[in-house]
């Protein structure tokens, strides 16, 4: 039954992947980009993991599609120009491929793995967020609220 | 006898489910969703339709006018007469749009707006899809509205509805944060992102006449009226409902829809409405539970439903009474008011909770609250003399 939800969700997900790098209008490449992360949560989702399959859809889907939706529309026109084939990018690839595989070998097996993993409660989620990683968090804060300051101060009203 | 009768659905399902008893468990488990959805579609689409008419009737009673009154009984039968008309129009896509796109956007808009009212407890052991992150779920899912609004923007190919999709993700983005920050201080109460648990947390009375809901604490309160306004503000509502502005942009990102696609994206928006409502109901003002203990015997989902019912009247009221506001106007409210005041909500939730849940602590973040409001309103200048409006863009 997993087994087969998993394959169902990888040729999902891969098929979602490649369209978004191949298809040549780049609304439709962010539309498949969506349908990929959907199935990146749909495997969260099937490893028990369902706050993090819900993060990831309400940051990635929520917030980040459409911000690229929007840097689309606001920075170019559907020009048909075509562009060469892009040698960097086949290394960049080739090279994250790589490292992934790296991991993925030295790491044990997964049957190793409880069966059953516990429902996250909010509780363990704030102890962890509050105590454990109290520091990771603070600095994220930081970075977040820059950002956030930086764009204030992009489109703040010249005083005359 | 009354436990009977509050739990009749519930042992409906069972009843259907026994039909199966040897069937192997995933056709047991496909069967009890089918049936929830099922049920949960009959009741919403049933409750979209009387809503429809009675919208319209209540405006007609505001305005002192008749409203529809000439199909069936009282008027009652219109949504069947709007049904019927919606799906014999024809259905035209503009030769430029983006045509699968363009058929997407309101399939994509309805599907949200159905899956964010499985998580609601609408009565005693009556939710569709319990899941522990409930509410996660609603907003998740939630998010993906504003995409949907896009696609039908920009695959129509249009500048009104190019407009309208880009005022509809400004004010969907602005007032999500305080929508969902407002949720916050009752998930750190109740300590659980489960609707059915923050709904338990709600049930006891105090002196067994006052209803511990949450709208009865200072930041419940508070925190109550900053999500209803957004979750107006989400659901595209009237007062707010600049996306669409009719005497502006035609009618936003729907001007290129026609016909059945064109009701389905009202479809959404009500179902929108019922699922804003709906967690409005759950977390703030009780769920299911009766207001008074003695009248605890009525059936849970009368409750559910009879407070969902006094929300969408005032969504009518408001509606009625109301004119569009302007959105430089709704974007400062969102930012500059509504989301210091969503956060000072929390801090008060803290203060109650620490001070022991009890008359002081009541006291205590009712004092924050007025506290933050009067500096903001002291800030944010409200008393200032309007200046003479200068236009930038249009000269």
Same mark, same amino acid.
């Given at each position: 039954?997993?087994?087969?939800?998993?394959?169902?969700?990888?040729?999902?997900?891969?098929?979602?992947?490649?369209?978004?790098?191949?298809?040549?209008?780049?609304?439709?490449?962010?539309?498949?980009?969506?349908?990929? @992360?959907?199935?990146?949560?749909?495997?969260?989702?099937?490893?028990?993991?369902?706050?993090?399959?819900?993060?990831?859809?309400?940051?990635?889907?929520?917030?980040?599609?459409?911000?690229?939706?929007?840097?689309?529309?606001?920075?170019?026109?559907?020009?048909?120009?075509?562009?060469?084939?892009?040698?960097?990018?086949?290394?960049?690839?080739?090279?994250?491929?790589?490292? @992934?595989?790296?991991?993925?070998?030295?790491?044990?097996?997964?049957?190793?793995?409880?069966?059953?993993?516990?429902?996250?409660?909010?509780?363990?989620?704030?102890?962890? @967020?509050?105590?454990?990683?109290?520091?990771?968090?603070?600095?994220?804060?930081?970075?977040?609220?820059?950002?956030?300051?930086?764009? @204030?101060?992009?489109?703040?009203?010249?005083?005359? | *006898?009354?436990?009977?009768?509050?739990?009749?659905?519930?042992?409906?399902?069972?009843?259907?489910?026994?039909?199966?008893?040897?069937?192997?468990?995933?056709?047991?488990?496909?069967?009890?969703?089918?049936?929830?959805?099922?049920?949960?579609?009959?009741?919403?689409?049933?409750?979209?339709?009387?809503?429809?008419?009675?919208?319209?009737?209540?405006?007609?009673?505001?305005?002192? %006018?008749?409203? /529809?009154?000439?199909?069936?009984?009282?008027?009652? !039968?219109? /949504? =069947?007469?709007?049904?019927?008309?919606?799906?014999?129009?024809? &259905?035209?896509?503009?030769?430029?749009?983006?045509?699968?796109?363009?058929?997407?956007?309101?399939?994509?808009?309805?599907?949200?707006?159905?899956?964010?009212?499985?998580?609601?407890?609408?009565?005693?052991?009556?939710?569709?899809?319990?899941?522990?992150?409930?509410?996660?779920?609603?907003?998740?899912?939630?998010?993906?509205?504003?995409?949907?609004?896009?696609?039908?923007? #920009?695959?129509?190919?249009?500048?009104?509805?190019?407009?309208?999709? *880009?005022?509809?993700?400004?004010?969907?983005?602005? +007032?999500?944060?305080?929508?969902?920050?407002?949720?916050?201080?009752?998930? *750190?109460?109740?300590?659980?992102?489960?609707? &059915? %648990?923050? =709904?338990?947390?709600?049930?006891? +009375?105090?002196?067994?006449?006052?209803?511990?809901?949450?709208?009865?604490?200072?930041?419940?309160?508070?925190?109550?009226?900053?999500?209803?306004?957004?979750?107006?503000?989400?659901?595209?509502?009237?007062?707010?409902? =600049?996306?669409?502005?009719?005497?502006?942009? =035609?009618?936003?990102?729907?001007?290129?829809?026609?016909?059945?696609? +064109?009701?389905?994206?009202?479809?959404?928006?009500?179902?929108? *409405?019922?699922?804003?409502?709906?967690?409005?109901?759950?977390?703030?003002?009780?769920?299911?539970?009766?207001?008074?203990?003695?009248?605890?015997?009525?059936?849970?989902?009368?409750?559910? !439903?009879?407070?969902?019912?006094?929300?969408?009247?005032? +969504?009518?009221?408001?509606?009625?009474?109301? /004119?569009?506001?302007?959105?430089?106007?709704?974007?400062?409210?969102?930012?500059?008011?509504?989301?210091?005041?969503?956060?000072?909500?929390?801090?008060?939730?803290?203060? #109650?909770?620490?001070?022991?849940?009890?008359?002081?602590?009541?006291?205590?973040?009712?004092?924050?609250?007025?506290?933050?409001?009067?500096?903001?309103?002291?800030?944010?200048?409200?008393?200032?003399?309007?200046?003479?409006?200068?236009?930038?863009?249009?000269?």
């Amino acid at each position: 039954m997993n087994g087969t939800a998993f394959i169902v969700i990888s040729v999902f997900t891969l098929a979602g992947a490649l369209a978004a790098a191949t298809l040549p209008n780049l609304m439709h490449a962010a539309f498949c980009l969506v349908l990929a @992360l959907l199935g990146l949560a749909s495997f969260f989702f099937l490893l028990g993991a369902e706050f993090v399959g819900l993060a990831l859809i309400f940051i990635y889907i929520g917030a980040v599609a459409v911000l690229i939706v929007f840097t689309i529309l606001l920075t170019r026109r559907d020009s048909k120009e075509h562009y060469g084939f892009n040698w960097s990018g086949v290394f960049i690839a080739l090279a994250v491929f790589a490292g @992934l595989t790296c991991a993925v070998l030295k790491t044990h097996s997964i049957s190793i793995l409880p069966p059953h993993i516990r429902a996250l409660t909010v509780k363990q989620i704030g102890q962890a @967020l509050m105590i454990g990683y109290v520091w990771p968090l603070q600095c994220v804060g930081l970075l977040l609220t820059a950002a956030l300051i930086g764009a @204030l101060v992009l489109v703040m009203e010249e005083k005359r | *006898m009354s436990s009977a009768l509050d739990q009749i659905f519930v042992h409906g399902k069972r009843c259907l489910l026994s039909w199966i008893a040897g069937a192997p468990n995933w056709l047991i488990q496909i069967a009890s969703s089918l049936i929830n959805i099922v049920a949960l579609l009959a009741a919403f689409l049933t409750l979209f339709a009387l809503m429809s008419v009675l919208e319209r009737k209540i405006l007609g009673r505001m305005q002192n %006018r008749y409203g /529809p009154n000439r199909v069936g009984p009282f008027g009652l !039968f219109q /949504p =069947v007469a709007d049904g019927i008309k919606m799906l014999i129009k024809e &259905d035209i896509v503009p030769a430029r749009a983006d045509k699968v796109v363009h058929f997407l956007a309101p399939v994509v808009l309805a599907a949200v707006a159905i899956l964010t009212l499985g998580i609601i407890p609408y009565g005693r052991n009556m939710t569709a899809f319990a899941i522990d992150g409930g509410i996660l779920f609603f907003f998740a899912v939630g998010s993906a509205t504003e995409l949907a609004v896009f696609m039908a923007g #920009w695959a129509s190919n249009n500048k009104f509805s190019m407009l309208g999709a *880009m005022r509809a993700i400004a004010q969907m983005f602005s +007032y999500e944060l305080p929508l969902i920050i407002t949720v916050l201080p009752v998930v *750190m109460i109740v300590g659980s992102l489960m609707p &059915d %648990r923050i =709904v338990f947390a709600q049930g006891e +009375y105090t002196l067994g006449i006052v209803p511990r809901w949450f709208v009865f604490t200072p930041w419940g309160a508070a925190a109550f009226l900053l999500f209803f306004v957004s979750g107006l503000v989400e659901s595209n509502r009237t007062p707010f409902d =600049v996306p669409e502005g009719e005497s502006e942009i =035609v009618a936003g990102h729907m001007t290129e829809y026609s016909g059945f696609k +064109y009701a389905t994206f009202f479809l959404a928006e009500y179902l929108g *409405m019922f699922a804003v409502s709906g967690l409005a109901v759950t977390l703030f003002l009780g769920g299911w539970h009766a207001p008074v203990r003695v009248l605890e015997f009525v059936p849970s989902y009368i409750w559910f !439903f009879a407070k969902l019912s006094a929300l969408l009247f005032v +969504y009518v009221w408001l509606r009625a009474t109301l /004119p569009r506001t302007r959105v430089d106007q709704m974007m400062n409210v969102a930012w500059k008011f509504m989301l210091p005041m969503a956060f000072t909500c929390i801090v008060a939730a803290a203060i #109650w909770h620490y001070a022991g849940r009890g008359m002081h602590g009541w006291l205590w973040s009712l004092f924050v609250i007025v506290f933050v409001y009067s500096a903001l309103s002291i800030l944010l200048d409200t008393r200032r003399k309007f200046a003479r409006r200068v236009y930038r863009f249009a000269e």
